[in-house]
Nanobody, 119 residues
């Protein structure tokens, strides 16, 4: 059974930092492209950051470039999202996503972790 378990969310003041973690189990983690998505109230889920299987390539939404950093540790089956200079508009539920492209696409989601940026 595949599980993606996010942690590290919480309440932070504008300008602050948080580090999200997503621990994966039940899959061959190193074969999966990992991403972080977020969904704010009343808005669609949006892609925040993606990292390839080896960590050699990353991509970010324009709204977080220069502030967020995605990384992974394949030995620990964990992907991270370092978030700096947080803004109120970063408030959302953040979801971890794992995708493996083969003859069929395998796509898994975590349960989400709340990030609230407020003074």
């Amino acid at each position: 059974q595949v599980q993606l378990v996010e942690s590290g969310g919480g309440l932070v003041q504008p300008g602050g930092s948080l580090r999200l973690s997503c621990a994966a189990s039940g899959l061959t983690f190193s074969r999966y492209t990992m991403s972080w998505y977020r969904q704010a109230p009343g808005k669609e889920r949006e892609l925040v950051a993606t990292i390839t299987t080896t960590g050699g390539n990353t991509d970010y939404a324009d709204s977080v470039k220069g502030r967020f950093a995605i990384s992974r540790d394949n030995a620990k089956n964990t992907v991270y999202l370092e978030m700096n200079s947080l803004k109120p508009e970063d408030t959302a539920v953040y979801y971890c996503n794992a995708v493996f492209w083969a003859l069929t696409t395998l796509n898994y989601w975590g349960q989400g972790t709340q990030v609230t940026v407020s003074s």
